[in-house]
């Protein structure tokens, strides 16, 4: 099993809807888990961070942590197109090391 | 403050040839990531640094790969000789700490022809 796994997509939304991407991770990490969104041809840029259960809100965006289930979510409310991008679901390890998914590859239909 | 910088944006150069990637990092973080990015393998730590001193780098591919950071404002990736299958997008990340946010510069596009 790989430390991160993240469903390739592409997903496809219309503007407006909710979109969400889900994530899980092994047992080899267990620290804390980001999100950051990458456009083409871009670097990735840091969307959210969470290190404890439950959900965490910023403005469109809400990450959720079940450490239980080992899987982080991301939802973003009311889609637009420039939320199109890839998202990639991110976790540190023990030794302190950021393990990335392979992203989702999300489209906001206008 | 200006973010995470890198140098060269674009490198184009031979197989065989030497490489060198430039990094300054955020003022104050005190750690610095190499990742290497392909379509194939997705985003790879190369190697990280701890208050300049190298701290894993499991992820170096071969000896080709060496990396460097004299000072706290400073490192750099090389690759001697090049060859094709090292053609990516080079990127270098800075942080306070390894388990928090982590902060990517714009990304070094190296092509080996």
């Known amino acids: 099993q790989k430390e991160v796994e993240q469903n390739s997509g592409p997903l496809s939304v219309p503007e407006g809807a909710i979109a969400s991407l889900n994530c899980t991770y092994s047992d080899r990490v267990s620290q804390s888990f980001f999100w950051y969104r990458q456009y083409s041809g871009k670097s990735p840029e840091l969307i959210m961070s969470?290190?404890?259960?439950g959900d965490k809100e910023d403005g469109r965006f809400t990450a959720q942590l079940n450490k239980a289930s080992q899987y982080v979510s991301l939802l973003i409310r009311d889609s637009q197109p420039s939320d199109s991008a890839t998202y990639l679901c991110a976790a540190s390890n023990q030794g302190g090391k950021l393990i990335f998914g392979q992203g989702t590859e999300l489209s906001v239909k206008p | 403050d200006a973010g995470v910088i890198q140098s060269p944006r674009h490198e184009v150069t031979e197989m065989g040839q030497e490489v060198t990637l430039r990094c300054k990092p955020i003022?104050?973080?005190?750690?610095l990531f190499w990742y290497r990015q392909t379509m194939m393998r997705g985003l790879e730590l190369l190697i990280y640094f701890n208050n300049n001193v190298p701290i894993d780098d499991s992820g170096m591919p071969e000896d080709r790969f060496s990396a460097k950071m004299p000072n706290a404002s400073f490192s750099t990736l090389k690759i001697q000789p090049s060859e094709p299958r090292d053609s990516a997008v080079y990127f270098c990340?800075?942080?306070?700490?390894?388990?928090?946010?982590?902060?990517f510069g714009p990304g070094t596009r190296l092509t080996v022809t």
């Open positions: 003022s104050g973080h005190d750690y």
């Open positions: 990340a800075s942080s306070l700490d390894p388990s928090y946010e982590q902060y």
């Open positions: 969470i290190y404890s259960n």
